[in-house]
């Protein structure tokens, strides 16, 4: 697709963008209700790219209505499930399509590098809806086992309408682990991206429906989480909530559901992710460049990073020098070059909270080995060095708080009961991951550690074919995989006697 693309072909390409920069509405584009917009500032410059509207309660009304409309006709809920795989398999091809353009946005808005958008979101976003197309008419209801006078099914039907709101970090790869079951159930959607990367998800929506999606089935609402993503979650009639993003909101959330109409909700909050090296990992050389990349990779903006690096006692010292030289290798570049492997923090105010967090480290107590300070400010952007402490205590604020930034806390133990220990005394329980030779110590471990995703000499493994989602307060329901779909559906039962 755009792997040849050099950094002036990338500028060339950004200077032809054409920016959907307004609410998506039974399939037509329209300014907010209100009129209003905020800014849409890229962390690669800090210049604006374009104002997008700012959806509040009457924009997301009119986006609610509009599913509802849809959802009640049947055109989409009704359609048989061989034509509904069309569609939506038309539509992972127009992403895949439109893969330069959109990968070119999500870089401009939101900072991460053009090699990881155009290699990694774009096709991973477009394989999730294709996965999603494909499993529609593959699904069976159930018949239960009853005596024979008796028929008893047990049907699985859409909710109606879903709301979907998201974060910055993976914006098209978030939107589709929502909208590719929900779609697929046959529900509609109303989704509202975060402020600070809307520009994939309109034009998400836009191609949806060009490749067949009926009008109205699939709404966009750019806008503040306050304005937009409250009223989502405060809908009378909008059946099912599924969120990304902070443990914060998620709670709101729940809380937004309990005081109108009890909808369902589902959640995939923060992280704070402990990745355990023993000394007898195969190869520690591999295990080093996986916990750089793994607290790096994404600028540090990803939920599982591997914030807290446990590394035994006797090999702490060797081992943090190998992730240091992995480190000073990721250096932030300019975002638009394709040899850049660490971009632009999302917004300055994320920027500023990295930082912040940095002197909590230091204020602490740890000890900063590397990084620690903003970078390439000349640019206008914002940009934080790879940041690695030592000596870190886990209870200091750098081990407790989610950072979602380039820093990682390192922390050592004596034995596996005290990694254990250490790894499950958080509050979170997304993700953890253990290097060790020993299948004994590996699967003691993977029983042992409190998270949704445990990964065994590897980082950040899985597949659309596996769940995703946590334990504790990192929410729960799951994102990824046919489980994904249990969320956008409810079960029926009919019992039939027969005379
Ligand atoms: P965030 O502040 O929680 O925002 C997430 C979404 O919620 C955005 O669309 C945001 O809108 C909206 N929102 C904010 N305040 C709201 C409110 N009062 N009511 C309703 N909606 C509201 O998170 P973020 O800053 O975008 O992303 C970073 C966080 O996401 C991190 O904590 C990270 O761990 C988490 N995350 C989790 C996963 C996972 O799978 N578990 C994946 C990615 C990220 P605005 O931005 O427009 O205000
Ligand atoms: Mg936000």
């Known amino acids: 697709m755009s792997a040849a693309l050099s950094l002036d072909d990338w500028r060339g390409q950004a200077a032809t963008l054409n920016y959907r920069n307004q609410c998506f509405i039974d399939g037509k584009f329209a300014p907010a209700a209100s009129g209003r917009t905020f800014d849409c500032i890229s962390p690669v410059d800090g210049k604006v790219l374009t104002q997008v509207a700012s959806g509040d309660v009457e924009d997301v009304d009119r986006a609610v209505a509009s599913g509802r409309k849809a959802f009640e006709s049947g055109v989409w809920a009704k359609m ?12 992972a091809d127009a992403i895949r399509a439109h893969g330069t353009e959109l990968a070119l946005l999500e870089t401009l808005d939101m900072g991460k590098p053009i090699a990881d958008s155009s290699s990694i979101d774009v096709p991973a976003t477009a394989g999730c809806i294709q996965y999603y197309a494909e499993a529609i008419d593959k699904v069976y209801d159930e018949v239960a086992p009853t005596a024979s006078n008796v028929v008893a099914m047990i049907l699985r039907e859409p909710l109606g309408v879903v709301g979907a709101v998201v974060p910055w970090n993976f914006p098209m790869i978030m939107a589709a682990w ?94 704070k992710t402990p990745h355990i090296v023993l000394p007898d990992a195969h190869d520690l050389d591999i295990a080093a460049k996986n916990a750089a990349f793994g607290i790096f990779f994404n600028q540090g903006e990803v939920c599982n990073a591997g914030s807290r690096l446990l590394v035994h006692e006797t090999i702490k010292d060797a081992f943090l020098e190998k992730v240091m ?44 080995r590397m990084g620690g300070v903003r970078a390439r400010s000349d640019s206008g952007g914002f940009y ?47 993700a953890a991951a253990v290097w060790t030779s020993d299948v004994n110590k590996a699967m003691k471990a993977a029983r042992a550690l409190r998270a949704g995703s445990v990964w065994i000499n590897c980082f950040d493994g899985g597949d659309i074919t596996t769940p995703f989602g946590g334990f504790k307060q990192s929410g729960f329901g799951r994102d990824k995989s046919m489980h994904a779909m249990d969320k956008f559906t409810d079960l029926k039962t009919v019992w039939i006697e027969l005379h």
Not at 325 to 346: E, Q, S
Not at 388 to 409: K, S
Request: aromatic share 6%; proline share 5%.
């Open 80 to 91: 048989a499930p061989r034509d509904r795989k069309k569609v939506m398999l038309a539509f």
């Open 178 to 271: 929502k909208l590719g079951p929900a779609l697929a159930t046959g529900n509609s959607v109303v989704l509202k991206p975060a402020e600070q990367s809307s520009l994939t998800a309109l034009r998400l929506a836009e191609l949806a429906v060009e490749a067949g999606l009926p009008e109205g089935v699939l709404n966009v609402v750019p806008g503040l989480g306050e304005e937009a993503g409250q009223a989502i979650g405060r809908h009378m009639d909008v059946d099912a909530l599924t969120f990304t993003g902070s443990t914060e909101v998620g709670k709101f959330f729940l809380k937004y559901s309990g005081e109108s109409n009890m909808k369902r909700v589902a959640l995939e909050c923060g992280g």
């Open 325 to 368: 030289d992995w480190g000073r290798k990721m250096a932030p570049g300019n975002p638009l070059d394709p040899k850049t492997t660490m971009g632009a923090i999302v917004d300055e105010q994320q920027m500023e909270r990295v930082l912040g967090y940095i002197e909590k480290g230091k204020e602490g107590g740890a000890n900063l």
């Open 384 to 430: 934080v060095e790879p940041t690695i402490f030592d000596n870190v205590a886990n209870d200091m604020t750098i081990a407790r708080e989610e950072i979602f930034g380039p820093v990682l806390a390192t922390l050592t133990f004596k034995d596996e009961e005290e990694a254990m220990k250490i790894a499950n005394d958080t509050i979170y329980g997304l």
